[in-house]
């Protein structure tokens, strides 16, 4: 069975960082693409970053930019993102999922909160 699991999230001040971490089991995921997710509160669903299974192509969305790097580790089937000057804006409850063309699997979520 397929299991999700994110860590690292919290409450952090304007300006801080935090570093989430998305660890896979239940099959080998280094041919899959990996991926953070977030939401908001009266939000849909956006995505975050993505990283392909190389780990050599990444995305970003815009208002992540320069801020936010996703990595993973295929060894120990973990995809991380570190958050770097974190803003109000960036409060949401972040998934991960992976998958191979979509996204198949996704993780409980787990929240992170900016105070200002």
């Known amino acids: 069975q397929v299991q999700l699991v994110e860590s690292g999230g919290g409450l952090v001040q304007n300006g801080g960082s935090l570093r989430l971490s998305c660890a896979a089991s239940?099959?080998?995921?280094?041919?899959?693409?990996m991926g953070w997710f977030r939401q908001a509160p009266g939000k849909e669903r956006e995505i975050v970053a993505s990283i392909r299974r190389s780990g050599g192509i990444t995305y970003y969305a815009d208002s992540v930019k320069g801020r936010f790097t996703i990595s993973r580790d295929n060894a120990k089937n973990t995809v991380y993102l570190q958050m770097n000057s974190l803003k109000p804006e960036d409060t949401a409850v972040y998934y991960c999922?992976?998958?191979?063309?979509?996204?198949?699997?996704w993780g409980q979520g787990t929240q992170v909160t900016v105070s200002s």
């Open positions: 239940g099959r080998t995921f280094s041919s899959y693409r």
């Open positions: 999922a992976v998958g191979v063309t979509t996204y198949d699997y």
